[in-house]
């Protein structure tokens, strides 16, 4: 069973997403929070699997709890971090936090219960329209990284493919779909990815491969 906190500062979401989630047979929720102080409170007191936190709550704010909850030792609650477009700087900085993914507000039932699953799963998930304009624009703010991309010498051909596909918000199932392989080979390779570029996670491996410059910002998305 997936346990999950919802950390919203609005209760009529927060009771859309728990009749939502609750009738799920793999997924309850936990507790609900309101603010960023209640969200890490809940948080170390219930461990959920995952918390879905929404950016804009009051006082301390969902970057802040997020900051907080990902320093904690593993096993850690995953984060799942709700977003719009019109907060990119926000995104940013919980992507600096240590989100485990994320999702834009209008997703689908469907997207955001599968999200839940998969990052409940240890993967990392952020949404391709998340990919495609929030770390486009965060990569134009600089040159391209030659010193970053030398790293990129030392991937194969089939991890520089599982990257790119990566930088387009593929998940794994995608991924091994698109490249005709099992989901178990596409995580080690993803494991290996982030051996060899020296980043903490996929997320993570995502803005590396926009930094350096080693993927095609004016290419169309999946």
Same mark, same amino acid.
């Given at each position: 069973?997936?346990?999950?906190?919802?950390?919203?500062?609005?209760?009529?979401?927060?009771?859309?997403?728990?009749?939502?989630?609750?009738? #799920?047979?793999?997924?309850?929720?936990?507790?609900?929070?309101?603010?960023?102080e209640?969200?890490?409170?809940?948080?170390?007191?219930?461990?959920?699997?995952v918390?879905?936190?929404?950016?804009?709550?009051?006082r301390?704010?969902?970057?802040?709890?997020?900051?907080?909850?990902?320093?904690?030792?593993?096993?850690?609650?995953?984060?799942?971090?709700?977003?719009?477009?019109?907060?990119?700087?926000?995104?940013?900085?919980?992507?600096?936090? @240590?989100?485990?993914?994320?999702?834009?507000?209008?997703?689908?039932? #469907?997207?955001?219960?599968?999200?839940?699953?998969?990052?409940?799963?240890?993967?990392?998930?952020?949404?391709?329209?998340?990919?495609?304009?929030?770390?486009?624009?965060?990569?134009?703010?600089?040159?391209?990284?030659?010193?970053?991309l030398?790293?990129?010498?030392?991937l194969?051909?089939?991890?520089?493919?599982?990257?790119?596909?990566?930088? #387009?918000?593929?998940?794994?199932? #995608?991924?091994?779909?698109?490249?005709?392989?099992s989901?178990?080979?596409?995580?080690?390779?993803?494991?290996?990815?982030?051996?060899?570029? @020296?980043?903490?996670?996929?997320?993570?491996?995502?803005?590396?491969?926009?930094?350096?410059?080693?993927?095609?910002?004016?290419?169309?998305?999946?």
């Open positions: 069973m997936i346990t999950v906190l919802l950390a919203d500062d609005d209760s009529l979401v927060r009771s859309g997403l728990r009749a939502l989630l609750d009738a #799920e047979p793999d997924i309850c929720v936990a507790a609900e929070a309101a603010t960023g209640e969200a890490v409170l809940a948080a170390r007191s219930y461990r959920p699997d918390v879905l936190m929404d950016v804009r709550m009051p301390r704010d969902g970057v802040w709890a997020t900051s907080q909850i990902t320093s904690w030792p593993h096993p850690r609650p995953r984060v799942l971090v709700l977003t719009t477009f019109d907060v990119d700087k926000v995104v940013e900085d919980a992507l600096a936090a @240590g989100a485990d993914g994320f999702l834009l507000k209008r997703a689908t039932p #469907e997207q955001l219960i599968d999200g839940i699953r998969v990052v409940a799963a240890g993967d990392a998930l952020v949404a391709p329209a998340v990919t495609r304009r929030l770390l486009a624009t965060l990569a134009r703010r600089r040159v391209p990284d030659r010193e970053l030398t790293r990129a010498d030392q194969t051909d089939r991890e520089a493919e599982v990257l790119r596909a990566l930088a #387009e918000g593929r998940s794994n199932t #995608e991924i091994a779909a698109v490249l005709n392989l989901v178990e080979t596409v995580r080690t390779h993803v494991k290996r990815i982030l051996s060899k570029l @020296g980043v903490r996670d996929r997320t993570q491996a995502v803005v590396w491969a926009y930094r350096a410059g080693f993927v095609d910002m004016t290419a169309p998305g999946p």
